[in-house]
C-alpha cells in the first residue's frame, strides 16, 4: 500500500501526540509501517514485532485499509454502533403516559402520588414496562415535574 503524503503526516502526528487512544495510535503505527512510499515495506512478521502485535492483526489492518478503499481515518477509527446494546425500555410515549398519569388524580384515599405509588399503578398497566421507582423519580426530575 501507497500513503499519500497528507496521510503520511497525519498518521505520524497522531503518533507523536500523545492525544488520541491507543488503538488509534497502535493503527496509525502499522499503517505507517506497511507504506511503500519510504521504502521497500518490511514482512507482515517484522512489522508485528516492531509495533508489538500480533501478525494476524497486522492483517486486518491491511484488510480495513483495502475495504475502505485507501480512507486512512476510516481505517484507524472504531466503527461508531448504529444501535444501542440495549434497546430503552423508556420511550418518549412512556414518558408521556407517566407525566399524565402524575397529573391525574391520585387514588381515593390519597392526598397525591408518590414514587411507589406510581410504580404499583404502572405495574398494573399492561401496555406499560414495568418501572422502578427510582426511575420513575429520574423522568420526572428530567422534565421537572414535581409531584404536588
Known amino acids: ?34 507504506d511503500e512510499g519510504v521504502g521497500e515495506p518490511p514482512g507482515r512478521r517484522v512489522v508485528a514485532e516492531r509495533v508489538g502485535v500480533d501478525p494476524q492483526t497486522i492483517t486486518n489492518v491491511a484488510r480495513a485499509y483495502v475495504e475502505h478503499d485507501g480512507d486512512v481515518g476510516a481505517t484507524i477509527r472504531r466503527k461508531k454502533r448504529s444501535t444501542p446494546p440495549v434497546e430503552p425500555i423508556v420511550t418518549g410515549e412512556v414518558e408521556a403516559r407517566l407525566i399524565a398519569l402524575g397529573c391525574s388524580t391520585p387514588p381515593a384515599g390519597r392526598s397525591r402520588w408518590s414514587l411507589r405509588l406510581l410504580e404499583k399503578q404502572v405495574a398494573l398497566m399492561d401496555d406499560m414496562p414495568d418501572l422502578d421507582h427510582s426511575t420513575i423519580g429520574k423522568i420526572f426530575k428530567k422534565r421537572r415535574f414535581v409531584l404536588t
Do not use: K, N
Open 1 to 34: 500500500m501507497r500513503l499519500s503524503a497528507d496521510d503520511r503526516e497525519w498518521l505520524t502526528r497522531i503518533v507523536r501526540t500523545g492525544a488520541h487512544p491507543a488503538q488509534e495510535v497502535r493503527r496509525s503505527r502499522i499503517l505507517l509501517e506497511l
